[in-house]
């Protein structure tokens, strides 16, 4: 907007005797304004309308439309709302000063004039104009600096939330894989000595066993103390049971061992920079530690992982962190398989796939499952930071978004998804191979 010069103003002046305009555009003129002129209230409106003078002298008695109307009338049009208006009026007209303020005038000048009475309110209600004007247009300016400034600061605000976000995620990768690897230490010492001893055990009680057997070889006819104690204890029946007692515990014990192992290659603390990692291995940490939740205690029916892993070669990443993103997905899998509803009689799913992509030097691991799937409005905004459809305190919203920071910014990857309602949903993780 231009700043308005006062000196340089247009001036419009309405008055339907010729005496009075002529006496006020000589002298108005003198002084270097421009003067428009009008004689009757509707040809002051059209004139200001065209020409939008800087002020306006309007007479009151009028034949037709009268000053206060005329007022009225172009304080009602956007376009001349804020020029203002002085009134003429000679004493005699009874002229009501509040009615003629109140129409939206900011001044009157009393018939007969004084010219120079005249000329300086003239001047006043100019300056005052000119004033407002370059208010109006530091306004505009002051808007315009908030608006930038508002900007700015929801770019840091964007730029807070990131790093509170890369705290969350270094907090709760830190607290996870520091338990997890306390857990797998404790676990493995004691564990190793039951092991160890089992072993030992086992061929004990082989050896045991043999020795009865030759004594009951050699002395088939024992006393009766031993006949009855033989009954008692059921001595054949515990014949038959030790194998399977000893085949139980080993295979809980085998167990246990896998996951000790799992819980160590799922945490990585040892290791915080990049190094080269087997992603089946991670993954098969992942669905180890999530398998109590896979047999699906909280489905109708368990979780069927199908596993076609491609021929691919290690990659230099962080492994805790990839871990981290497997451990994201496939958890959100079966959330979404445990949403689906008990009638529909599909098998629950899992799809886990990885291949070589030779073209790009990088692995792609792909996650599938049959769960709910996503409406397209969802799927927007999945990454976003604190989104999330679970009920409070079930979900933080923040499993994704710190996957994709974890692909694609620590490890120049990419993470995408796709997905149908009611069907599937798929990620596709891809990472370069360095
Ligand atoms: N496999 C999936 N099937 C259907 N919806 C999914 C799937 N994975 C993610 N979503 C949707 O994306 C949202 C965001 O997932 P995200 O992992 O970021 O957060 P969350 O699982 O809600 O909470 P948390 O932080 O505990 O992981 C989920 O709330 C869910 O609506
Ligand atoms: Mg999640």
Redesign the pocket.
């Known amino acids: 907007m231009k700043i308005f010069n006062y000196e340089k103003a247009n001036i419009l002046i309405v008055d339907d005797n010729p005496t009075n305009l002529k006496v006020l555009s000589d002298t108005i003129s003198s002084l270097g304004w421009e003067i428009l002129i009008a004689t009757d209230g509707e040809s002051a409106i059209e004139q200001a309308e065209y020409a939008l003078p800087d002020l306006i002298l309007l007479d009151v008695m009028m034949p037709g439309m009268d000053g206060f109307q005329t007022c009225t009338e172009l304080k009602k049009k956007s376009a001349t709302q804020d020029i203002p208006v002085i009134f003429l009026t000679a004493l005699t007209d009874q002229f009501d000063k509040v009615l003629g303020f109140s129409t939206g005038a900011v001044d009157y000048i009393t018939k007969p004039f004084q010219l120079d009475e005249v000329l300086v309110r003239i001047q006043v209600h100019l300056k005052l104009r000119s004033l407002t004007k370059q208010l109006e247009v530091q306004n505009q300016e002051l808007d315009k600096r908030v608006e930038e400034r508002t900007k700015e600061l929801s770019i840091t605000l964007e730029q807070l939330k990131q790093s509170q976000l890369h705290l969350v995620q270094s907090e709760k990768l830190s607290a996870l894989g520091e338990l997890v690897a306390g857990v797998s230490h404790e676990i493995n010492n004691p564990l190793n000595f039951v092991i160890g001893n089992f072993e030992f055990l086992n061929s004990y009680i082989t050896a045991f066993k043999e020795h009865f057997r030759l004594y009951h070889q050699h002395y088939p006819d024992p006393v009766i103390d031993i006949t009855e104690h033989t009954r008692l204890i059921e001595l054949e029946q515990m014949y038959e049971d030790i194998p399977k007692l000893m085949s139980s515990i080993n295979t809980g014990l085998t167990r246990i061992h896998a996951i000790s192992d799992s819980l160590r290659t799922f945490s990585r603390l040892d290791i915080s920079r990049k190094t080269v990692f087997d992603i089946h291995e991670g993954l098969d940490s992942t669905l180890m530690i999530l398998s109590h939740r896979l047999k699906g205690n909280e489905l109708p029916s368990k979780i069927e992982v199908i596993k076609d892993y491609g021929n691919i070669p290690q990659i230099e990443c962080y492994p805790e962190q990839i871990n981290q993103v497997f451990m994201?997905?496939i958890?959100?899998?079966i959330?979404?398989l445990s949403e689906k509803s008990v009638d529909i009689k599909k098998m629950n799913t899992i799809l886990i796939s990885t291949e070589f992509n030779q073209e790009n030097k990088s692995i792609i691991v792909t996650i599938k499952?049959n769960?709910?799937?996503?409406p397209i409005e969802?799927q927007k905004q999945?990454?976003e930071p604190f989104?999330?459809?679970?009920p409070r305190g079930?979900?933080?919203?923040?499993?994704?978004?710190i996957?994709r920071q974890i692909i694609e910014e620590n490890h120049n990857g990419k993470l995408r998804?796709a997905?149908v309602l009611n069907e599937s949903?798929q990620?596709f993780i891809e990472i370069p191979l360095k």
């Open positions: 994201n997905i958890a959100n899998s959330d979404a499952d769960g709910i799937g996503m969802i999945i990454f989104f999330t459809t679970k079930k979900g933080t919203g923040l499993g994704l978004s996957s998804c997905s949903t990620f």
